[in-house]
Nanobody, 123 residues
């Protein structure tokens, strides 16, 4: 089992930056692919970004490429999402996820989910 706890959400204005963190506990964090999903009101959960267990490979939703950066610190059991140039359409609950395989994570079926943190971007 892996437990995930997100932090860092909040209310910002368009163009601002925000950094999310996800602290993991339980089994060996370094063995897992981790990432972020988001869910806007009335919409389905949507893949945002993912990073491999080694940190060598990263993947992003097209609409956040160049604005968001995912990173991880295996020594601290933490994954980060740096969000720059935020837009109102980035408003959503952001979920940290983890899975033994990158494939399962990217198709939206990761085994482990955090409780979510709200990000609101005002225009």
């Amino acid at each position: 089992q892996v437990q995930l706890v997100e932090s860092g959400g909040g209310l910002v204005q368009a163009g601002d930056s925000l950094s999310l963190s996800c602290a993991a506990s339980g089994r060996t964090f370094s063995g897992y692919s981790v990432g972020w999903f988001r869910q806007a009101p009335g919409k389905e959960r949507d893949f945002v970004a993912a990073i491999s267990w080694s940190g060598d490979s990263t993947y992003y939703k097209d609409s956040v490429k160049g604005r968001f950066t995912i990173s991880r610190d295996n020594a601290k059991n933490t994954v980060y999402l740096q969000m720059n140039s935020l837009k109102p359409e980035d408003t959503a609950v952001y979920y940290c996820v983890a899975d033994e395989t990158m494939y399962r994570l990217r198709v939206g079926r990761p085994n482990y989910w955090g409780q979510g943190t709200q990000v609101t971007v005002s225009s």
